[in-house]
């Protein structure tokens, strides 16, 4: 991280003006004539590049772009939040709950290194149980609120599967996750028999911790991914890579590199331990036929 703190917040935030001013059919030159700024501020704001960002100029784009007040209000909170080092992003805070700064960089990425302890990962989740883990998360949510919830889950996925530069997916799942009910030994049949589908797709890898592996790197390691960006012409990464942890409460964006490192050597020892892909899509069928039955 530079200086001037996360270049996350700031890269993201640039994505969304970006996008705004294509969805309003605007050139550069001409969002920036009403701005009264020089193509080149512009363009270093919609690229992360900006060096100093003011909350009241970011209000008269969201103004100027029409976004409504709920995507405004989550533009700014990536504005202020442009200038803090260590970016911890609780949901009730600046940024509001139902703005999802995650799904933005997911969507960007090309390659994504994931270890689940827990459960299936959100990117190979079918409908059915995302539906009982989002219902179990807001009780009192109503259908409606669910429904668009469960739609937002699998539309992501399809960043696995688009015709154009698909990104990959390289994870590992304990087996705690196949064992672990969700919903109903239907729902989890189904669910099993959906990534070991998924697994024979050449941009997916797919490999299961089982127990008896033990503690592999002797600590225990909660969920994250490893998002890449991919590389230029040069052969440079297009933006720096992030690993991303989830916790109850907020999620948790690193940058540094030595901390990127040290993910990426968790991964590799968890990699050594964990079944070899035909093995581990095995095991999934197996679990589902026990479940089936």
Not at 2 to 25: A, I, K, V
Not at 216 to 221: A, D, R, T
Not at 272 to 287: H, P
């Amino acid at each position: 991280m530079s200086e001037q703190g996360s270049t996350l917040p700031r890269r993201q935030l640039g994505r969304y003006l970006r996008e705004g001013r294509m969805q309003c059919n605007m050139t550069i030159a001409e969002a920036a004539a009403l701005m009264e700024w020089s193509e080149s501020k512009l363009q270093r704001l919609e690229t992360g590049n900006a060096e100093k960002i003011r909350v009241l100029d970011i209000r008269e784009l969201c103004r100027i772009y029409d976004f409504d007040d709920e995507f405004s209000a989550a533009v700014m909170g990536l504005a202020q939040q442009a200038s803090v080092k260590s970016w911890w992003h609780e949901y009730d805070d600046i940024v509001p709950e139902g703005f999802n700064v995650y799904v933005g960089l997911e969507a960007s990425a090309r390659g994504l290194v994931s270890y689940q302890p827990d459960l299936i990962p959100g990117l190979m989740q079918t409908a059915e149980y995302a539906r009982v883990l989002i219902g179990d998360y807001w009780p009192d949510a109503e259908r409606d609120q669910i429904d668009r919830r469960v739609q937002l889950k699998t539309r992501r996925q399809s960043l696995l599967t688009r015709k154009r530069h698909p990104a990959s997916l390289d994870v590992i799942v304990h087996e705690t996750a196949l064992r672990r009910v969700v919903g109903n030994p239907k729902v989890m049949a189904a669910q099993l028999r959906h990534v070991a589908d998924m697994s024979t797709l050449p941009m997916i890898a797919v490999r299961v911790l089982p127990f008896s592996a033990g503690v592999p790197i002797g600590h225990s390691v909660g969920p994250f991914v490893i998002l890449d960006f991919g590389r230029d012409g040069g052969n440079r990464p297009v933006e720096p890579t992030v690993v991303y942890l989830e916790n109850f409460l907020g999620d948790l964006y690193l940058e540094k590199q030595a901390a990127v490192d040290r993910y990426r050597q968790a991964y590799q020892a968890l990699q050594r331990s964990a079944l070899d892909e035909a093995s581990s899509r095995d095991l999934l069928r197996k679990a589902a036929k026990e479940y089936a039955t």
